[in-house]
């Protein structure tokens, strides 16, 4: 019987508050629709969007609302993406309605908007303000929205009035889908490409090879497999990416390619869409909703071969979808930190499984844990050792700080030498590569994980700091823009040299940042173009793409910059990396501050050496003895895999275990404290009694989170750790009903952290 089982709909309304709910489904209706298809539904006073879930043939409610109509010929999400979507509410801890939200452009959940009109004649008011709002509104002559008159009225019951003009038949209240374009411009695809060496064939050099044949084999058996495809920078992994992404095409199957930030990564689509032209679609940060939505529609469409963005992209509805590919898998921005906070790179392996598609996972610096699965035989470990052509990996020297400083102060007559050109973080050493490699025609890369001018203001008098009003962190001062700003929530003020505490013009700058370095070499290389790019820079769109091509064809001859500058590019003529203050990563209060550390620097020293002339590059340090840099010298992963592992091992960190952040926010530092306090206890009983958390789960905390204080909100932190991830996320799911969505105290569940801050 056909429509039978289609009598009724579960409905998810993309919000976060809401569980699915169940519709009737109109008889004329029951053909066509399906699961994925996005309906109107009637939802109090008002009409949403929501996306049908499920089908049934009966229900035991009894109460039940029609849906008003179908909005979509066929699904915007089909079944492998609604079960990508269930399998995230579940391991992430989240409603279907907020997993939903973060998977859909937000223009494919639009609500419907009430206009409120005034109709003509004479009635008669119960109320004095019923008769304001109705004159307003006939003044107004073309209606008004529900929004208008909120805000025109504010603090009145709105509501209540405009129902009882409505009784009296004074308005007419319309319902209205928003503009919605049904005709799409295809996805961009991107423009001429500016290295026309993408379409270049090489032949594979011995190891491309094997690596490829492993992945090709996969692909033509078919079903599920992961590869991480460990290969050193500039071992040509994205020729191997390439490789498969025609072997896919070939057998008529899609590929999706993830990248940390597509601004920083221009090469990588002109390679892409040179081999493959007009079949890429790009899926932009920057896109406006009406593009993100196009975009949407083209790729469900299949009007692309293949899909590359960043960390939402894993979402991207591409049919036939044979290929996921994540590069520099190892990389934070993968981790969403907002909202539903899940893995890109996590999610991708297990949209692989669930499409029943191999994953390649690319990097030169893998993730502890990814390199684990592999020892583990989850992921199968493909590895590329030598760089193209047999080139040399860069020369690294360490230069230690401490000594440097020293010397500085047994021969201050020598640090003031010169035109006072110096600069109390680039070393001796460092200032001569510089000039010699200026001087040779050669590029330089500047690496300083901290941009603005200086890291603060204090005042010498008192010592006080200045602060954010609104987190608990100091404001980074900024020469160029002429403030002082939160490098959280973007507070700013102007710069002074006024103390707020003391009244004394006694405020000094404490602390370097790449805008002050970026000045310094400027006077400390007489005659060299430099440029600066980090976050200040690449805010002005379109301004980072200009810097990149300008670094690229050599119009720049130092580049300084924080971690963006270690990502990804391909250029030959630099021979040069500093790292001026290598440490900065490695002091933070995270257990993969060493990781991290290890990873910003051998990828930064990666950037030189591509082109014929070898690399050299010099980390400067506090804490040389550390064995970040030891490794970091010898080029050795693996041998800092292995002393990781063991510091790991002993603290019982992962992948020894796994970890669930509860981190608990609101306005009130009090009521912070004592919500947090009292989940943890209630979770502390719990746990006793339960002898299965008892064994397995660890509860650490209450504190208050390194970083007390965001944009206004307290912030305490709990942490669970234990073996089973499965048994995590179910305890952590009693947090969830424990302490239930209130703007007084917000709870954040983050499965598998990568933040502790
Ligand atoms: P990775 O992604 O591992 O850092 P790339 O894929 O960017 O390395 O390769 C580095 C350079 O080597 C690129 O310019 C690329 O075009 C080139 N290349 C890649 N494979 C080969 C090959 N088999 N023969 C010659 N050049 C190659
Ligand atoms: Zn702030």
Redesign the pocket.
């Known amino acids: 019987m056909i429509g039978e089982a289609t009598k009724f709909a579960r409905v998810v309304i993309p919000s976060p508050l809401k569980q699915p709910l169940t519709y009737a489904v109109p008889r004329s209706a029951r053909q066509q629709i399906s699961v994925g298809t996005r309906v109107w539904i009637p939802l109090g006073k008002r009409k949403v969007i929501g996306v049908v879930i499920e089908l049934l043939g009966t229900t035991s409610l009894t109460e039940i609302k029609e849906i008003e109509a179908i909005l979509d010929e066929r699904p915007i999400l089909d079944s492998k993406l609604i079960r990508l979507a269930r399998w995230i509410s579940q391991y992430y801890i989240a409603t279907l309605g907020e997993v939903l939200t973060t998977i859909l452009p937000s223009s494919l959940r639009p609500q419907s908007k009430r206009t409120v009109f005034a109709r003509a004649g004479a009635f008669s008011f119960s109320q004095m303000w019923d008769e304001k709002v109705f004159e307003s509104l006939r003044a107004s002559g073309r209606g008004m929205s529900f929004e208008t008159l909120m805000r025109k009225f504010p603090g009145d019951d709105i509501n209540r009035a405009l129902r009882r003009l409505k009784s009296v038949g004074a308005i007419e209240i319309r319902e209205s889908m928003p503009e919605q374009r049904r005709r799409s411009p295809e996805v961009n695809s991107a423009t001429e490409p500016a290295h026309p ?2 379409a ?1 064939r ?4 011995s190891e ?1 090879a094997i690596a490829l044949d492993a992945i090709a084999h996969r692909l033509s058996h078919g079903g599920f497999e992961t590869f991480l495809l460990h ?10 990416y390439l490789r498969a992404i025609e072997q896919a095409r070939q057998s008529g199957r899609r590929s999706l390619i993830l990248i940390p930030e597509i601004s920083l990564t221009p090469q990588l689509i002109d ?1 892409l869409s040179a081999r493959f032209p007009g079949q890429v679609g790009v899926l932009h940060s920057a896109l406006s909703s009406a593009e993100r939505w196009a975009h949407w529609w083209s790729i469900a469409r299949g009007n692309v071969d293949v899909v590359v963005g960043a960390r939402s992209a894993v979402f991207a509805p591409l049919p036939d979808l044979g290929l996921i590919i994540v ?1 520099e898998e190892h990389d934070p921005s993968y981790k969403q930190e907002e909202g539903v906070r899940y893995n890109g790179r996590d999610v991708a392996v297990v949209r692989g499984k669930l499409t029943g598609c191999p994953v390649i996972l ?1 990097s ?1 610096t893998p993730a502890v844990e990814s390199y684990e699965n592999c020892l583990r035989g989850r992921y199968r470990l493909l590895e ?1 050792t030598k ?3 047999q080139r040399p990996l860069p020369q690294i020297e360490i230069v230690d700080l401490r000594a440097e400083s020293a010397q500085r102060k047994s021969h201050p007559a020598t640090a003031q030498a010169g035109k006072g050109d110096d600069h109390p973080l680039v070393s001796k050493r460092l200032v001569k590569a510089l000039i010699e490699n200026y001087q040779r025609a050669r590029q330089s890369l500047i690496f300083l994980n901290r941009r603005g001018f200086a890291n603060f203001l204090q005042c010498k008098l008192c010592g006080h700091v200045i602060r954010c009003s609104h987190c608990s962190v100091t404001l980074t001062l900024h020469l160029k823009r002429g403030n002082l700003c939160c490098h959280h929530c973007d507070y700013r003020r102007p710069i002074t040299d006024t103390c707020p505490e003391c009244s004394h013009a006694t405020l000094r700058e404490v602390g370097v940042g790449t805008e002050q370095i970026e000045q310094s070499l400027q006077r400390i290389v007489t005659g060299a173009r430099v440029a600066r790019m980090d976050r200040d820079t690449t805010r002005k769109r379109g301004f980072q793409e200009t810097l990149i091509r300008s670094w690229e064809t050599g119009a720049i001859d130092i580049l300084v910059g924080t971690q963006i500058i270690t990502k990804g590019h ?1 250029v030959s003529g630099v021979t040069l990396v500093g790292a001026l203050l290598a440490d900065l990563s490695l002091n933070l209060p995270d257990f993969r501050a060493a990781e991290r550390t290890f990873q910003l620097l051998h990828q930064v020293a ?1 950037r030189s050496g ?1 082109g014929d002339d070898p690399g050299h590059v010099i980390v400067q340090t506090y804490a040389p003895e550390h064995y970040v840099f030891q490794y970091l010298v010898s080029h050795d992963y693996k041998g800092f895999f292995k002393s990781e592992l063991e510091f790991r091992r002993a603290l019982n960190y992962p992948p020894f275990s796994r970890l669930v952040s509860l981190c608990i926010d609101g306005p009130k530092v009090a009521e912070v404290e004592s919500k947090a306090k009292k989940l943890a206890e209630i979770l502390r009983q719990r746990h006793g009694a339960n002898s299965k958390y008892r064994e397995q789960i660890e509860v650490l905390g209450p504190a208050p989170a390194p970083i007390a204080k965001l944009r206004g909100r307290y912030r305490w932190q709990l942490l669970l750790k234990g073996k089973q991830i499965s048994a995590l996320v179910e305890f952590a799911s009693i947090a969830r009903e424990l302490l239930p969505r209130s703007r007084k105290a917000r709870l954040h569940i983050d499965v598998d952290p990568f933040s502790m801050l």
């Open positions: 060496g993408g270049t090489f032949a594979l050099t491309q290969g050193v920078t500039g071992s040509g992994k994205t020729e191997v390679r590069d690319g030169a590329i760089r193209i052509y391909d990666g591509r």
